[in-house]
């Protein structure tokens, strides 16, 4: 079996959040399942230098965007045994960044004809063609549209995976000819709501449609979740499935992860006393090592629970004894909260805010809690890297969240959580686990509980395989 695997971002080459780790794991673990996966994405200007250095050109085709025809050159690497085709044209990509260009909808519909454009090329038919989010949501559309009868592209089948139901990319609807060239006949694929929308297209076209975990598939079913998308995906709901994402346990692995300032594992987890005075140290806050330090790494926006933060967290401050470890950036509403809360209780809370990969697993290793409050979460992959490190995580059970996590209270759970989306259910979670940290005995066997989680691709990559194959039969 042949899986092209298609996204705007994978890791390490250009990643901005979620998508980028999925698309740079789940190949290789499909690869050392056998199955053939190589992955195309586009070749961005920002790519380091480190990176491009890997890339070989292959050779340059043409792209049809409309009525016109568009340079497209095709890069090659290979990392950890998957092929990656990197997609050239410098008009589209040679820009700051990944997305939040005006013409964002014709980057990224040159993108997803590309993918298709580019089969007999790199001589490499696949079986199954699989897209995620918006970005490259026209591949489908355009396969079953202009390319399903053609000679060589016979009985591909699509998959298209949906990480964040919230961006859509909807535009205009004079974008339909000039710029997707998507002929009358084909309107109702991709117009929803008197829109062209890009997810839609990708929603009615391909064979499988599936979403990053079960739960979250439930819910965007659910107008409250769908962000307007609960029609469609209803009347298609015979062919949406939801899949649980892993992680890269060898790139986050706590017993050989450079950035920790000392290595730990399940067996002997020590270690983590050492992270955890150490970034107390660089974070300016008292060191202590008996109070619970909780980490926060996200970005700072109303979705990921935010206002529920605001609401409580200098409380708790007042009510316990406990540390908070912030790193994000987002919206200014939050990121001045932080600093507020940050200048107020210097001792208590350490903030930096920005984006930084090193810090974040600093946090991932010295914090005892992990707290993640969002009001919807597709997957969620901070939870996952959290338990990893043996930080115990603090969810509101939604979307993945529910998933990955359990409460402990009945003395099996992974973590604390709590369901309705309100800061006083929040701030009885955070408190259970405070109390929890407490009772000495008790917080060893969560640590040790956490650590011993199997985060892996393992499961998952399994279930895509057995998706995958029901298509081909
Ligand atoms: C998106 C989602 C996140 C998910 C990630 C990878 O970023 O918001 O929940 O984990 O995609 O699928």
Not at 14 to 41: E, T, Y
Not at 319 to 327: G, P, S
Not at 365 to 382: I, R, V
Request: hydrophobic share 35%.
């Amino acid at each position: 079996m042949k899986v092209l695997f298609v996204s705007s971002e994978a890791s390490p080459w250009m990643a901005s959040g979620g998508l980028g780790d999925v698309a740079g794991s789940l190949p290789i673990a499909l690869r050392k399942r056998l199955i053939g996966c190589r992955v195309v994405m586009p070749l961005y200007d920002s790519i380091t230098q480190e990176y491009t250095d890997k890339m070989q050109f292959i050779t340059s085709i043409s792209v049809p965007v409309s009525w016109r025809r568009q340079y497209c050159g095709i890069f090659e690497a290979k990392l950890n045994g998957v092929v990656f085709y990197f997609l050239d044209n410098q008009y589209y990509f040679k820009r700051d960044g990944i997305y939040g260009h005006f013409d964002d909808a014709e980057r990224f519909a040159f993108f997803s004809r590309a993918v298709l454009e580019i089969i007999p090329a790199i001589d490499w038919r696949p079986d199954i063609i699989h897209c995620n989010d918006w970005q490259s949501a026209l591949t489908p559309l355009y396969y079953s549209c202009y390319y399903a009868s053609q000679m060589g592209y016979e009985n591909i089948k699509t998959v298209f995976t949906i990480h964040n139901i919230q961006y859509q990319g909807k535009y205009g609807n004079e974008l339909l000819e000039d710029v997707l060239g998507i002929a009358p006949e084909y309107y109702d694929l991709i117009k929803y709501d008197g829109l062209v929308n890009f997810m839609k297209a990708g929603i009615e076209c391909a064979n499988k449609v599936t979403t990053v975990s079960p739960t979250y598939a439930k819910e965007i079913l659910d107008p409250w979740y769908s962000h307007g998308l609960d029609q469609i995906l209803n009347q298609r709901s015979w062919k949406l499935c939801g899949i649980l994402n892993g992680i890269d346990t060898d790139s986050y692995n706590p017993e050989t992860d450079k950035a920790l300032w000392a290595n730990f594992n399940a067996d002997d987890f020590s270690g983590k006393a050492v992270n955890k005075e150490e970034l107390q140290k660089m974070m300016g806050l008292s060191v202590k090592p008996d109070t619970p330090v909780i980490g926060i790494v996200s970005r700072l926006v109303g979705h990921k629970g935010m206002d529920l933060m605001r609401e409580v967290l200098e409380k708790s401050l007042w009510e316990r004894d406990v540390q908070y470890v912030v790193l994000g950036s987002g919206e200014w509403q939050y990121e001045s909260y932080f600093r507020e809360l940050h200048n107020k209780y210097p001792d208590k809370v350490g903030l930096r805010l920005g984006f930084v990969p090193d810090l974040a697993r600093k946090i991932y290793a010295g914090a005892d809690l992990f707290l993640m409050p969002s009001k919807s979460e597709p997957c969620g992959l901070s939870q996952m890297i959290a338990l990893r490190y043996g930080t115990v995580p603090i969810v509101r059970e939604t979307g993945g969240l529910k998933d990955s996590i359990t409460d402990s209270g009945d003395g099996e759970g992974n973590g604390f959580t709590f369901k309705t989306y309100d800061a006083y259910d929040m701030l009885g979670a955070i408190y259970r686990g405070i109390d929890a940290y407490n009772n000495k005995d008790y917080w060893k066997i969560l640590v040790e509980r956490a650590l011993r989680c199997d985060m892996s691709w393992g499961k998952s990559a399994n279930e895509y395989i057995k998706m995958y194959k029901s298509l081909l039969k």
